[in-house]
């Protein structure tokens, strides 16, 4: 179990610094969050102290505090609306490049950052590509006055579901206060249909499904990166 999670750390990393051709001087560059999108930052902090010269706009309250760390400077949605490259993770990623996210909880300003970007650069290492998503849990953000109602209206969807946790056992709350059910559907064959349902529910947030988003996506198998772009 060891070698295979220190084999997907090293594809992680081997796509991380693939990514990094897509950011250019001057950029504002949205900076995701996850453990993927970590060596992302890391590596732009060396770019950064090398000379390079770019604004990011952090995704979660931990890559911002990350991205300061290593002397990033950092810019925010106040002052530009329109982001150049978003360089984010994902948890699955299917063959027409939707995705899903929010493993770590940090969908909502993702999904906000990624809907501003101009070219939304995914990484993973080789077990993210599936053939259809649904292997992991769906996170849905919800209000937290809303999760009795929701838990039954998701559960009707097929869904089995339960209420994300912290480390000492309450409730995991988002950076904007919120609560995220994970929700088990199995095979997604409908993810817009699916996303369209979630969405017309009052007291959801935000959900993980992120259709049509991705413009590039880089996997690494190995020491390989393979390349895919949505048409």
Known sequence: MANDSSSSNREKEVAARASLRFVRDGQIVGLGSGSTAAYV???????????????????????????????????????FQEIDVTIDGADEVDPQLNLIKGGGGALLREKIIASATRQEVIIGDSGKMVPMLGKCPLPVEIIPFAQPLLAKRIAALGATLGLRQDTSGKPF????????????????????????????????????????????????????VQEFRRP
Do not use: N, W
């Not at 995704?59 to 400077?73: C, D, H, N, Q, R």
């Open 173 to 224: 709350v988002t950076d904007e206060g919120h609560h995220i059910l994970d929700c088990q559907f199995g095979q997604i064959s409908d993810p817009p249909g699916l996303a369209r349902q979630l969405e017309a529910m009052p007291g959801v947030v935000e959900h993980g499904l992120f259709i049509a988003m991705a413009s590039v996506v880089l996997i690494a198998k190995g020491d390989q």
């Open 41 to 79: 930052v890391r590596f732009l902090g060396e770019r950064v102290r090398a000379g390079l010269k770019i604004r990011g706009i952090p995704t979660s309250v931990y890559t911002k505090e990350l991205a300061t760390s290593l002397g990033i400077p950092l810019t925010t949605l106040e002052e």
